[in-house]
């Protein structure tokens, strides 16, 4: 997972390079660059916690497959082996989760396609500039947009 993420980074960095080619190299990193390190980096801790009482378990089954274990020790390993399994698939639903914390692009895009999809309202008009008079609306139709 942390190779296919941190892949996935440098495949957006090197197509970003070839579109500015020409453009001015800019040092500082942009906000969504910032934003998918986040939630690169909270994928990945999630992973990591997450997954790991798994093999644990497996480690430890494996060290005492061969001891005598009464039935209330074999009921406390099953709850145990079944947790484990619960805490995988658990990681999957919370990827959802750690999305909408940890960006706010990918927060603002979610409310806008729950406004204009499940709400059926115009999208949000935003206006850049300064107090109405001077500022210019911006209104970008996508085709998720229109409805057929």
């Known amino acids: 997972m942390l ?3 941190l892949l996935t980074v440098r495949n957006i960095h090197q ?11 800019r040092t500082k990193i ?13 994928q990945i ?11 644990i378990y497996l480690v ?11 039935s209330l020790r074999r009921a406390g390993e099953s709850f145990a082996s079944n947790m484990t399994y619960v805490l995988i698939y658990l990681g999957f639903s919370l990827t959802f989760l750690n999305f909408v914390i940890s960006s706010d692009i990918f927060r603002r895009e979610l409310m806008q396609l729950i ?16 107090g109405g008079v001077g500022g210019t609306t911006i209104r970008v139709v996508r085709p998720n947009d229109i409805d057929e």
């Open 3 to 5: 190779i296919f993420g």
């Open 15 to 25: 197509t970003k390079k070839r579109v500015d080619i020409g453009a001015n190299q």
């Open 30 to 42: 942009s906000k969504k660059d910032l934003q998918l390190h986040r939630m690169l980096a909270n």
């Open 45 to 55: 801790i999630l992973f990591i916690i997450l997954n790991m009482p798994n093999p």
């Open 60 to 70: 430890y089954y494996s060290i005492t497959l061969q001891d005598v274990k009464s």
């Open 115 to 130: 406004r204009t999809k499940i709400f059926r309202r115009p999208p949000v008009v935003r206006t850049t500039g300064g």
